[in-house]
């Protein structure tokens, strides 16, 4: 059973810059698909940002590109997002997720593959 660990987050002022860190554990050799998620207040859950596990590519929300950051260290089993230029409109929960499930690679960006989620990191931008 995977468990994940999100970390960083916080409070800032629009067109600064804030990094969420994602800490996995308990899960097997087999290559692990991981991507970040938001949600308002009210609102759904947004799919932001997505790194592949086999050839690196990465796909983002249009509303984050340019500004936003996918990485991960396999070293250390951990997946980061930085955040440039934040806006209000970026204020939600942020939430790490993984999948073992290749069916996420279709659709990196939308929730159901995903089988092992964390708590979240609040990131509040005023």
């Known amino acids: 059973h995977v468990q994940l660990v999100e970390s960083g987050g916080g409070s800032v002022q629009a067109g600064g810059s804030l990094s969420i860190s994602c800490a996995a554990s308990g899960y097997t050799d087999k290559p692990l698909c991981m991507g970040w998620f938001r949600q308002a207040p009210g609102e759904e859950l947004e799919g932001v940002a997505f790194m592949s596990s086999t050839d690196g590519d990465t796909d983002y929300a249009d509303s984050v590109k340019d500004r936003f950051i996918i990485s991960r260290d396999d070293t250390k089993n951990e997946l980061y997002l930085q955040m440039n230029n934040l806006k209000p409109e970026d204020t939600a929960m942020y939430y790490c997720?993984?999948?073992?499930?290749?069916?996420?690679?279709?659709?990196?960006?939308?929730?159901?593959?995903?089988?092992?989620w964390g708590q979240g990191t609040q990131v509040t931008v005023s």
């Open positions: 997720a993984a999948s073992y499930s290749p069916e996420v690679e279709e659709a990196p960006l939308e929730p159901s593959p995903y089988a092992f």
